[in-house]
């Protein structure tokens, strides 16, 4: 019996990793005719550190995500997708996406990008990725290639992918 997922959660957070998530999980969504659940996370510790906190700066940020993601779900329709939503999250990014969503909304299948953060970050904070795997009681999918399954080496000062060429 081949394996269907019906409910996939995606994490995006603007990383090069998080794109190539999305962009996996919108073809695996239309294979299985699932339902695409599209989710970025606030992380509220960002603002606990500001001296005079702003409820304008969070609102700026909540409508930046808010705009990002409507412009991620015209992709996936466009894509021919035809169920996927997306949710704007506020707290932990580990919990949230490793625990809480997936519980609450019953997924079946998580897609993250291997990595969002650089290596400094991974060894103060920890990887979200990381925490997800240890932790979700679904099936979790680590992604570390593009579309056709090859490597991709990011270019820090481009922002954009490139391809791993083989020596």
Known sequence: MLQQYKKIQVAIDGSQESELAFKKAVA?????????????????????NVSSFDSAMVEEVSETAKNTMEAYVQTAKDAGLQHVNYYIEYGSPKTILGREFPKREKVELIMIGATGLNAVERLLLGSVTEFVTRNATCDVLVVRTDLNNQPVKFNEKAKSPKAKKES
Not at 28 to 48: C, G, P, S, Y
């Open 28 to 48: 695996v969504a239309l294979r299985n005719q699932a339902e695409l659940k599209l989710v970025h996370v606030i992380d509220t510790r960002a603002f606990q």
